[in-house]
């Protein structure tokens, strides 16, 4: 269904179910569901947040400098990409970091024809430091990254099943979309990503969908088209 597919994994799935850092257990878990989307012949990229280990904003509220707290947001999206593609190289798939800021050491540096070669070539590609810039998301570097690279699609896994029509974490009576279109979560004020990246999606016709990406076999089920999750198109 898909030729290249760019998965939006949250810092804070790495989690587990801790209150911080990295659970190895599940980022085996994510390695071995996004192998099963490898072995279909699909290229995957990857970009990976830091909120298990630090948000800009958290540090800002708390008297530090936005854009140094945010320079720290970015490296933990660094440790984050190595963590993963640690993983990834476990289970023998061959992968790239590239990171949005120079670390050179730790990561390839990010450049666009690089990474679509890897891609061609099997690679997943991991994406760190998000956008590079402080005042982003990686939500924002995940679109930005999908529609750099050509990308059919982003696939943001999250631990909740879809978009609601309010928190299901909340409220039980809370119902999902199946389909939704671009302008419906605007109207209805759903929050699916910052509104920063949201409309670069929309701008640049790229759809999303939202997915659990902690329930086996749901990854390769989103790329065969099953009806899993919920769907943002035009
Ligand atoms: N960040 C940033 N610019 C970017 C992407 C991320 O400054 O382009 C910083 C920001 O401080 C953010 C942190 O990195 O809070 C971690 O990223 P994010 O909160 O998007 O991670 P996630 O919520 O996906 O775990």
Known sequence: MYKRILLKLSGEALMGDRQY??????????????????DQGIEVAIVIGGGNIFRGV???SKGMDRVQGDHMGMLATVINGLALQGALEDQDIPTR????????????????????????KGR???????????????????????IE?????ILKGTRVD???NTDPEKDAKATKFDYITFDDVLRKGLKVMDTTAFTLSQEN??????????????LLKVVSGEKIGTTVNL
């Open 205 to 218: 016709k790229l759809p999303i969908i939202v997915f659990d990406m902690n329930k086996p076999g749901n």
């Open 149 to 153: 690279i050509e990308a059919d699609v």
């Open 162 to 164: 879809g978009i609601y």
């Open 124 to 146: 997943v590609v991991i994406f760190g430091g998000g956008t590079g810039n402080p005042y982003f998301t990686t939500d924002s570097a995940a679109v930005l990254r999908a």
């Open 21 to 38: 850092g990295i659970d190895p257990d599940r980022l085996a878990d994510y390695a071995k569901e996004i192998k099963t989307v490898l």
């Open 97 to 120: 970091l590239q990171s949005a800021i120079k670390i050179n050491e730790v990561a390839e540096p990010f450049i666009r024809r690089k990474a679509m070669r890897h891609l061609e």
């Open 58 to 60: 958290a540090g800002a």
